[in-house]
Every structure is written in structure tokens, then in C-alpha cells.
């Protein structure tokens, strides 16, 4: 799980990430820098035994993602399950049609 918990080991699997610079929060690395310009990252925002939470921040909004992990120890394997919250963001999506109409 420390692949995926520690952003720093992010640079050995995440597409895109061997060349990312870090984003730094109290001096320590949360995520990653996706856009420098578009002010565009992805930081961990939660760490539990079986799952690390994060989100996509863009300039307008915050998209929740995160990875579960299932463990098989008698097969010495895991699955690591990654999602992103459409709903939320078509939530907020919403309310911003709504302005509109």
C-alpha cells in the first residue's frame, strides 16, 4: 500500500508522473503537480488501512478519487480498485446549470 499512500512512489506507476514535480504541504509531499500553469494537481487527503483518498484539483473544483485496496494473503496478492466521484462533480455540474437557466 505504500506505492500508492506515499506520493512520493507515485513517480513509479502514475502515468505522466516521472516527470511531475511534487506538491508540498508543511514541507512534506502530497500529490503531484499535473499543470503548473492551470494550477492543476492531485493530493492525498486521507490514508486508511485498506484505502487512500485524494483529489483532482482544478481551478474551479475538487474531483474526489482514491484506491481500495483487497488484500489475498493465502494467494500473495492485492487488487487495487481506483475510482473518481462523477457523482459530486455532476452534483456541482448541476448547481452550475442551474445558475443559468
Excluded: C
Excluded at 483529489?55 to 487488487?79: C, D, F, Q, R
Aim: glycine share 6%; proline share 3%; hydrophobic share 40%.
Amino acid at each position: 500500500m505504500d506505492q500508492i499512500s506515499n506520493a512520493a512512489n507515485w513517480r513509479n506507476w502514475y502515468p505522466g508522473a516521472d516527470s511531475s514535480k511534487f506538491f508540498y504541504e508543511n514541507d512534506s509531499i502530497k500529490g503531484l503537480i499535473l499543470d503548473e500553469h492551470k494550477k492543476q494537481y492531485i493530493i492525498i487527503t486521507g490514508r486508511k488501512q485498506d484505502e487512500v483518498t485524494a483529489e483532482y484539483v482544478l481551478l474551479n473544483k475538487k474531483i474526489p478519487t482514491g484506491w481500495l485496496m483487497a488484500a489475498n494473503p493465502g494467494e500473495h496478492s492485492v487488487t487495487i480498485q481506483w475510482y473518481i466521484d462523477f457523482l459530486s462533480t455532476l452534483v456541482s455540474l448541476g448547481k452550475v446549470f442551474q445558475l443559468y437557466v
